[in-house]
């Protein structure tokens, strides 16, 4: 058990290392990374579709890399908005990790990329703990899958600087109760924005798009009190023990200009990558 706890402590440390680099290498170039979260099946894919159009369409030069364990249909559905899209395959890794985006950002990125969306593995346990090297977090949850979403899973909750609800319209189909989700957004994450919106009706794609280009400017985002408890934590046993404890640590919210080493490599991790800038047009489900 002590093996098992050390060897995720040197992933995360190792992942830390890699966040902090590649979110300098990003603000040097002037790029903001928007990280994005949800389970499968929250709408997050059609939403970044409709980002990327409305970015475009507005003038700011945005890109998308998109990560699944298997199947590149996200990055062919993603490159019908026009945007440059890059495909991850995990081969079966649950999470992205800031090592693995830096390696498929080298070379292909454009230069005068503003906005750089990161579509994270459908799921909301295992990439809540690591930092990709975004200035923006964001955890989606659709109104199907219902209201308690934030208070199951407190750590992708709260630690996001936005929480984004997708699919309102049909809320009322499925009968979301809006106050009690909101209500649990509060407990885990209090004083998050929260945005809602539908990709089907374009309700809060502009707004989102607005608040993101904020950040990018270099507003203050929302420091979640998670975030300022983990640093709190990481300063106190760095105080304590050269070797920080990395245990209980998520990275990936608030300003991490001063975020704790450390990423894991990757580099027997089979991560599939083709560019789909010019990909053939999908289908969407």
Same mark, same amino acid.
């Given at each position: ?7 995720? $402590? ?76 890059? $495909? ?198």
């Amino acid at each position: 058990m002590c093996r098992t706890v050390d060897l995720h $402590q040197a992933v995360l440390a190792k992942n830390d290392t890699n966040a902090v680099e590649l979110r300098r290498t990003l603000d040097d170039r002037g790029t903001t990374a928007v990280n994005l979260m949800s389970s499968p099946g929250s709408g997050k894919t059609a939403l970044l579709e409709a980002l990327l159009s409305r970015a475009a369409a507005g003038g700011t030069p945005a890109a998308a890399v998109t990560a699944d364990l298997a199947t590149e249909n996200d990055a062919t559905r993603l490159a019908r908005s026009g945007a440059p899209v890059r $495909q991850i395959l995990t081969d079966g890794l649950c999470h992205l990790e800031a090592g693995m985006l830096r390696g498929e950002l080298e070379g292909w990125l454009p230069e005068e990329t503003r906005l750089l969306f990161v579509e994270n593995v459908g799921n909301l346990v295992c990439p809540a703990s690591y930092d990709l090297g975004e200035t923006v977090r964001i955890a989606l949850a659709s109104v199907t899958e219902g209201e308690d979403k934030p208070v199951k899973y407190p750590a992708a909750f709260g630690l996001a600087h936005l929480v984004v609800i997708t699919k309102t319209d049909l809320a009322e189909a499925v009968e979301f109760r809006r106050e009690d989700f909101l209500r649990g957004v509060q407990q885990v994450n209090p004083g998050v924005p929260v945005i809602e919106t539908s990709a089907r009706t374009g309700e809060g794609v502009d707004a989102l798009l607005a608040h993101v280009l904020r950040a990018a400017d270099g507003r203050e985002t929302h420091t979640p009190v998670l975030a300022r408890q983990h640093e709190k934590h990481l300063h106190h046993h760095h105080d304590d023990d050269p070797v920080a404890d990395h245990t209980h640590a998520p990275a990936g919210a608030a300003d991490h200009s001063h975020a704790p080493a450390g990423v894991p490599d990757h580099s027997h991790a089979p991560a599939g990558v083709p560019d789909h800038s010019h990909a053939p047009a999908g289908t969407p489900r």
